[in-house]
């Protein structure tokens, strides 16, 4: 029932299409039932062929008999020949070895593909190699495998040669393409990944540069906002904050720190709390990745196209008279923008054959890369995964001490060569694109490889441990923090040092380097008499061995007050002096002390005329210590 209504259905369609042009081309080929050419068209057919496109490639079936009539012609010629082919050591593409009896016989991709048109078109052949194991190109001729088959010294280059534009104008490229050929390049697996570890891993470098601007900016930001808001609103309640304290409060909110600032204005409020909202949030986020990047095992490689190889001058290897090579010092291939790193010393090419050699003695232990074909590479990766694994069996970071770049560092299609105004390209190439087509070569290709892929980028089943580079940038940190701090010291006593000089220099000018009394004191031993005076400190002040030459200074409440008359003349001298140079000040300067706590400290502070400011104790056990010193 189903059925008959799927007729109806597809009747209904087909009534309602458009009429269909079935005219046919003249002298159109057409095939019987048992598969044999028809000789003869219908009249109808000839006819309805008026109107069809004059410039469509058509054979004509005198076209096809020549064909055929060629083509069994070369079959028999072609069977029982004795042919001459050349080929190349490229494992496992095409390679060959030497028999007990001294013949060379052929192997690899190449000579399975030999041996399956053998078999067809019964031939018999002969394999040599040139004198030096090189493609060939116009300034690299001699003893190349180009030049044997452009003297016709061979019948046929049996191995996967890249078509390179050059060597067009010697050899005849096969109309059929084995493959697409890819070169990858293979590096050692960096011991971290190629966008950073440790510390700075978690965000990329223009993010760290904006990082360190805002800590440089918002401080001040916050700093003339406040002196702004203070200015237009005329507020006396909220004082405006220091630029040292912005900054050491926008530093301390940085490290998840308090402060001792406590804004009372809103706008002042909302600043503070921006920039907490901020930091909480890059915080946050610093520390997930951080934990992601230094535990998870995926890399990514520092090398990954040709233009890395380039903008890093990356030294580099691959094969001597390879299609690399020719694709760098060809001027119109798409390498030659590597062609000054030849000149620079920056790529070699090696004569050996043997890519196990290259990959230990340039890779492993130079750091080179080092580039070759795909097939070569997955089976040198493999047999050198097996080696390891038998060595040690449960590491695989010893397993896979090497990684290969996913995007390709050469592509080129691919083919056999013929000398040209040779026929066998037309006997073999139809041939050679069932197999193509078929999946053959592709099959033969990676038939000795795994269906896994071999020692991938993410070598997912290995834990990472942290090592000394991942915490690298901690050690460089507290390293800068103790020179910093100790270069800070050491200007703190440098200045300290100046300083002292110059205010000794500045008393002995004003003849201030005689004490009340009239002995004569060295300026800076005067000076730190002073200093010890005004803090206060009873164990400093007891150490002074001039102090009981000194005359007594005036008692302590007179420094609040306007008076002085009962002063003796000692201290009379001992505070005018003072007031002359600006070291105590009295009522008589006419400037208002401010009383100030200081670290738990009652103080008077006074402006000085040279703009310092001095503080005078004010408690009671201070100001009776200050007193006790110069009377006992």
């Given at each position: 029932m189903a059925t008959g209504i799927e007729l109806l259905v597809a009747a209904a369609l087909c009534l309602a299409c458009p009429p269909i042009n079935d005219t046919l081309p003249p002298d159109l080929i057409q095939l019987n039932e048992d598969g044999s050419l028809v000789t003869e068209l219908?009249?109808?057919?000839?006819?309805?062929?008026?109107?069809?496109?004059?410039?469509?490639?058509?054979?004509?079936?005198?076209?096809?008999r020549n064909k055929k009539e060629k083509l069994r012609n070369m079959r028999e010629w072609i069977n029982g020949k004795h042919l001459r082919i050349a080929t190349l050591e490229d494992y496992p593409l095409?390679?060959?070895?030497?028999?007990?009896?001294?013949?060379?016989?052929?192997r690899g991709v190449s000579f399975q593909i030999i041996g399956f048109l053998q078999e067809k078109f019964n031939f018999t052949y002969d394999v040599v190699v040139p004198q030096d194991n090189i493609i060939g190109s116009t300034a690299d001729l001699d003893r190349s495998l180009i030049e044997m088959v452009n003297n016709s010294l061979v019948d046929l280059a049996a191995a996967f040669i890249p078509s390179l534009s050059e060597q067009r104008t010697f050899v005849f490229y096969s109309t059929t393409t084995l493959d697409e050929g890819e070169w990858i390049m293979v590096m050692q697996r960096p011991r971290e990944s190629a966008g950073g570890s440790g510390l700075l891993a978690p965000f990329e470098f223009w993010v760290w540069i904006l990082i360190f601007v805002s800590l440089l900016a918002v401080g001040p930001i916050?700093?003339?906002?406040?002196?702004?808001?203070?200015?237009?609103?005329?507020?006396?309640?909220?004082?405006?904050?220091?630029?040292?304290?912005?900054?050491?409060?926008v530093y301390g909110a940085l490290m998840k720190q308090g402060s001792t600032l406590s804004p009372i204005a809103d706008s002042t409020r909302l600043l503070f709390a921006t920039w907490w909202i901020f930091i909480t949030i890059l915080t946050s986020f610093y520390t997930a990745n951080l934990t992601a990047f230094l535990t998870l095992s995926k890399f990514t490689l520092p090398f990954n196209t040709v233009n890395d190889i380039l903008t890093k001058n990356k030294h580099f290897v691959s094969m001597r008279?390879?299609?690399?090579?020719?694709?760098?010092?060809?001027?119109?291939?798409?390498?030659?923008?590597?062609?000054?790193?030849?000149?620079?010393?920056?790529?070699?090419?090696?004569?050996?054959?043997?890519?196990?050699?290259?990959?230990?003695?340039?890779?492993?232990?130079?750091?080179?890369?080092?580039?070759?074909?795909?097939?070569?590479?997955?089976?040198?990766?493999?047999?050198?995964?097996?080696?390891?694994?038998?060595?040690?069996?449960?590491d695989e970071k010893i397993h896979c001490p090497f990684a290969m770049a996913k995007e390709p560092f050469l592509t080129k299609k691919r083919t056999f060569a013929y000398p040209i105004g040779s026929n066998l390209s037309e006997l073999f190439?139809?041939?050679?694109?069932?197999?193509?087509?078929?999946?053959?070569?592709?099959?033969?290709?990676?038939?000795?490889?795994?269906?896994?892929?071999i020692c991938p980028q993410d070598l997912g089943s290995t834990e990472r441990q942290l090592r000394n580079g991942d915490l690298m940038m901690t050690y460089y940190i507290m390293l800068t923090g103790f020179a910093t701090s100790m270069a800070v010291f050491t200007t703190e006593l440098l200045f300290r040092y100046i300083n002292?000089?110059?205010?000794a220099n500045k008393w002995a000018r004003h003849g201030i380097g005689r004490t009340p009394n009239g002995q004569s004191v060295k300026p800076s031993r005067w000076l730190r008499g002073l200093r010890r005076l005004h803090s206060g400190d009873k164990q400093l002040l007891g150490t002074s061995t001039?102090?009981?030459?000194?005359?007594?200074?005036?008692?302590?409440?007179?420094?609040?007050?306007?008076?002085?008359e009962h002063l003796n003349g000692g201290q009379q001298r001992w505070r005018q002096a003072g007031k002359e140079h600006g070291l105590i000040l009295g009522g008589n300067h006419n400037v208002a002390g401010v009383r100030r706590l200081i670290n738990g400290r009652d103080y008077m502070v006074f402006r000085n005329p040279n703009g310092t400011s001095q503080l005078v104790p004010v408690r009671s056990p201070s100001a009776a210590l200050f007193q006790y010193t110069y009377t006992e």
């Open positions: 219908p009249m109808d057919v000839e006819a309805a062929s008026v109107g069809l496109d004059e410039d469509a490639p058509i054979e004509t079936l005198e076209v096809i095409s390679y060959t070895e030497m028999l007990d009896s001294g013949t060379r016989v052929g916050i700093y003339m906002l406040i002196i702004i808001r203070n200015r237009l609103t005329g507020d006396a309640v909220q004082q405006p904050y220091s630029l040292g304290h912005c900054a050491w409060f008279g390879g299609g690399v090579e020719y694709a760098i010092r060809t001027t119109n291939e798409s390498l030659f923008m590597l062609n000054r790193m030849i000149q620079n010393n920056y790529a070699v090419f090696t004569d050996a054959s043997n890519d196990t050699y290259n990959l230990q003695n340039y890779v492993e232990r130079n750091g080179y890369v080092f580039v070759r074909d795909r097939p070569a590479i997955n089976i040198m990766l493999y047999r050198d995964y097996l080696y390891r694994k038998s060595v040690s069996f449960h190439d139809p041939e050679l694109l069932n197999l193509v087509e078929s999946g053959i070569i592709k099959h033969l290709s990676a038939r000795e490889l795994p269906s896994a892929e002292g000089r110059h205010e001039h102090a009981q030459n000194v005359t007594p200074p005036p008692p302590y409440q007179s420094i609040f007050n306007h008076g002085g």
